[in-house]
C-alpha cells in the first residue's frame, strides 16, 4: 500500500547515492518537484535513466547529481541543446548508455514484465550497438531471423508525477502516458507525485490507474510538473523552455538560477 | 535570414515543396521541427485525410497550430486517440502499418544514413547532438522516408560520423541484407531542392531543383559529386494558397517566427 507523505520524506527514504534511479513522463507530467528535492538533498553519483533527458536532466547532470545517464533523446524539445549535458560530455564526468526510443519503451517493458530482456526490431545497421554494449543481436528461435535484446531496465527507484491520487494512495493519469505505468511496474520501490489527493478518484475516459499496492509512496506537489505540464490541470510553460537555452548555457548563471530558484526554494 | 526567391523564403519552399510529397490518406509517423510543419500543411492543404503520429503516441493528431514538442498538450486534444510509447514503437511503426516516416538530419550522406548523434568521434565529439529517440526505427519500418534538411556542406556529407537511421547503408541491397523492412529514404527535400536514390547504386541525386537554384549551386552545397537525374525538373513554384496556409499556420504558434 503506498503511504502518503511529504516529498522530502519520500526522497530521503528512497533516493540514496550512487542509486538507479528513472523520472519519466514524456514532454507531459515530468516530475520536477521530485527532481529539485533530490538536487536539495545533494544526492551525487547517481545514474539517472530517463528517455528524453530535457531540462530535468540537465539541471540534475548540471548540480552534479548524475555518473551516469541511459538515455534515447537527449534535447530540449523544440528549442535546442541541453547545455549542462553537453558540459558532461565534453567534459567526460557523464558515463553515457545510449539508445533508442524503441530500445527505451522495451527495456521498460520487459523490466515491468519481470522479464531479463526485451526483444525488439531495431537498431540495425545503426552504428549504436557499437557503442552501447546493452544492445546486442539476437536470434528468432523459431524462424532465424536477427532481431535485437535489449536488458530490462529495473530502476532501484521510478518517479513520476500524476493527476491525483485517492487517500489509500491509487494513482489516476492521463493525457500523453508515456512510459509511466512501465517505469512505476518496472522500478524496484516507486514515487508518484501528485497534483491532488481526493477522496474517490472519478472515472475519466483513457486514464491509467495505477494500483497503490504497487506504488511505495505518494507525494502531493501542486505544480509538480512545471514547466512541462500536467494535462487537466496546467498548460505547458514553452517561454520557460525557451528561456533555459540562454539560462543553462554558461555554468556561472546556470548555477546562480538554480540556488536562488531550487536550491533556496520552498520545501 | 533565409535566402529569399521572389515572393517566398528558401525555407517555405522547401517545407511546400515537402508536405506536396504526402499523399492524403496516408499514416505519416512525424519527427517535429521541419517535418512536422509540412506534415501540419499538408494536412491543411491537399491531404485533409493524412493522419499524423507522433512519438508520444498520439494517433490522428489536428492541432490547429504547430505543436512546440511531439509531447505538446494539443496532440492528445485532437488526436483520434492516445497510446503509451512502448505501444506507439511496437504495435503501430514496428509491424509497418505506418506509411511514411518523416525526419529531419543533422547530417544526411549520399547513401541517404541519417546522423542526429555526433559530429566528430563518439568519445569525444566536436558537436553532441541529442541522439536517436524515435527515428532508427522510423527510418527501418515505415513504408518509405522522407527526410527534410537544409542543404550544405556540413549537412550533406560524403558519410555521416555516426549512423543513427540506416538509409540505404553503403548502397544498393544493403536494407534487405539488414532485414529493414520499409523502403528507405525515398526523397530528401532541401531548401535548393529535390533528391532521390538512383534506382541501381541507391546514390542521392538530385532530381528537382527549386526555382532560381542552379545545378551549381547544390553541388556547391554538396559534400559528394552530385548527380542529377536524367530530366531535371524545376519545382513548381509555391501557390498563393501555399503560402497562405503555411503563413497562417506559422502565425497561430505562439513564439514560432519559422519552420
Not at chain 2, 9 to 26: C, F, N, S, V, W
Not at chain 2, 167 to 192: C, H, K, N, W
Amino acid at each position: 500500500m503506498a503511504e502518503v507523505v511529504p516529498l522530502s520524506d519520500a526522497i530521503e527514504r528512497l533516493v540514496h547515492d550512487g542509486d538507479c534511479v528513472a523520472l519519466e513522463g514524456f514532454t507531459h507530467l515530468i516530475p520536477f518537484a521530485a527532481a529539485h528535492e533530490i538536487i536539495r538533498q545533494g544526492r551525487t553519483g547517481l545514474t539517472l535513466v530517463r528517455m528524453t533527458p530535457d531540462l530535468i536532466y540537465d539541471q540534475l547532470i548540471g548540480m552534479g547529481c548524475a555518473a551516469k545517464l541511459v538515455f534515447s533523446w537527449g534535447g530540449n524539445p523544440g528549442v535546442g541543446s541541453l547545455h549542462r549535458f553537453r558540459d558532461a560530455v565534453r567534459e567526460g564526468t557523464l558515463h553515457l548508455e545510449e539508445h533508442s526510443h524503441a530500445g527505451m519503451a522495451n527495456a521498460y517493458v520487459a523490466g515491468a514484465s519481470g522479464l531479463p530482456f526485451a526483444v525488439l526490431r531495431g537498431y540495425r545497421g545503426t552504428d549504436l550497438p557499437t557503442v552501447t554494449d546493452t544492445i546486442k543481436p539476437i536470434t528468432c528461435p523459431f524462424t532465424g531471423e536477427e532481431l535485437t535484446a535489449v536488458p530490462a531496465i529495473n530502476p532501484d527507484t521510478g518517479i513520476v508525477h500524476a493527476q491525483r491520487a485517492d487517500r489509500a494512495g491509487n494513482v489516476q493519469l492521463w493525457g500523453i502516458t508515456g512510459v509511466q505505468k512501465e517505469v512505476v511496474l518496472a522500478s524496484r520501490r516507486s514515487l508518484v507525485t501528485v497534483e491532488e489527493v481526493v477522496d474517490t478518484l472519478d472515472p475519466v475516459p483513457g486514464a491509467v490507474v495505477i494500483p497503490s499496492w504497487v506504488v511505495d509512496y505518494v507525494a502531493v506537489a501542486p505544480g509538480g510538473s512545471h514547466p512541462s505540464y500536467t494535462q487537466g490541470y496546467s498548460v505547458r510553460d514553452n517561454a520557460f523552455y525557451s528561456a533555459w537555452d540562454a539560462i543553462s548555457r554558461d555554468r556561472e548563471k546556470f548555477l546562480a538560477w538554480m540556488s536562488e530558484n531550487v536550491l533556496e526554494g520552498s520545501r | 535570414m533565409s535566402p529569399t526567391s521572389g515572393e517566398w523564403t528558401a525555407d517555405e519552399m522547401m517545407t511546400i515543396a515537402a508536405a506536396r510529397r504526402l499523399t492524403d490518406g496516408t499514416a505519416c509517423f512525424v519527427g517535429i521541427g521541419l517535418p512536422s510543419t509540412a506534415a501540419n500543411l499538408a494536412r491543411r492543404t491537399h491531404a485533409p485525410g493524412l493522419t499524423l503520429i507522433y512519438e508520444s503516441g498520439t494517433i490522428g493528431a489536428k492541432p490547429g497550430r504547430l505543436p512546440l514538442s511531439i509531447g505538446d498538450g494539443i496532440l492528445a486534444e485532437t488526436a483520434d486517440t492516445v497510446v503509451s510509447v512502448p505501444e506507439i514503437f511496437n504495435y503501430w511503426l514496428q509491424p509497418g502499418r505506418i506509411g511514411v516516416g518523416f525526419l529531419g538530419a543533422a547530417q544526411i550522406d549520399r547513401y541517404g544514413n541519417i546522423n542526429t548523434t555526433v559530429i566528430g568521434d563518439y568519445a569525444d565529439p566536436k558537436v553532441r547532438l541529442p541522439g536517436a529517440g524515435g527515428a532508427p526505427e522510423i527510418a527501418a519500418s515505415c513504408g518509405e522516408v522522407i527526410v527534410i534538411v537544409r542543404q550544405s556542406r556540413r549537412a550533406f556529407v560524403d558519410r555521416v560520423d555516426f549512423v543513427t537511421s540506416v538509409g540505404f547503408g553503403a548502397g544498393s541491397g544493403d536494407r534487405e541484407r539488414l532485414g529493414l523492412r520499409g523502403r528507405g529514404p525515398r526523397t530528401v527535400i532541401t531548401d535548393l531542392g529535390v533528391l532521390a536514390p538512383d534506382p541501381d547504386t541507391a546514390e542521392l541525386r538530385v532530381t528537382h531543383l527549386h526555382p532560381g537554384v542552379t545545378l551549381e549551386a547544390a553541388r556547391e552545397a554538396t559534400g559528394w559529386p552530385l548527380a542529377a537525374a536524367p530530366g531535371l525538373e524545376t519545382t513548381p513554384a509555391p501557390t498563393e494558397a501555399e503560402l497562405r496556409e503555411l503563413r497562417a499556420l506559422v502565425a497561430a504558434t505562439p513564439g514560432r517566427e519559422g519552420s
